[in-house]
Nanobody, 124 residues
Framework: QVQLVESGGGLVQAGGSLRLSCAAS????????MGWFRQAPGKEREFVVA????????WYADSVKGRVTISRENAKNTVYLQMNSLKPEDTAVYYC?????????????????WGQGIQVTVSS
């Protein structure tokens, strides 16, 4: 089992930037990919971005492509989500998640471990 803890959320004005962190602990060996999802009130959880633990592959949702960057720091078992040019529609609870099995599908059911989520609010 992997424990994931997000940090770095908060309130930011539209056009601003924010960096989220996800610290992983426990059985990180064998994790195939790490991803970020978000869920706005009244909406389903949606995929944002993911990368393989090796860093060789990344996936981006069309809605955030060009505005977000995912990176990792293996020595700290930490994954980062850099978000720029934020919009009010980016407001959501953001979740870090771990995927154990190879494959390019990025739906919530593909990910077996989840963080508790962190609020990001973008004001207009």
């Amino acid at each position: 089992q992997v424990q994931l803890v997000e940090s770095g959320g908060g309130l930011v004005q539209a056009g601003g930037s924010l960096r989220l962190s996800c610290a992983a602990s426990g059985r990180t060996f064998g994790v195939y990919a790490m991803g970020w999802f978000r869920q706005a009130p009244g909406k389903e959880r949606e995929f944002v971005v993911a990368l393989t633990w090796s860093g060789g592959s990344t996936w981006y949702a069309d809605s955030v492509k060009g505005r977000v960057t995912i990176s990792r720091e293996n020595a700290k078992n930490t994954v980062y989500l850099q978000m720029n040019s934020l919009k009010p529609e980016d407001t959501a609870v953001y979740y870090c998640a771990a995927k154990w099995h190879p494959g390019a599908t990025m739906v919530p059911s593909d990910f077996g471990s989840w963080g508790q989520g962190i609020q990001v609010t973008v004001s207009s």
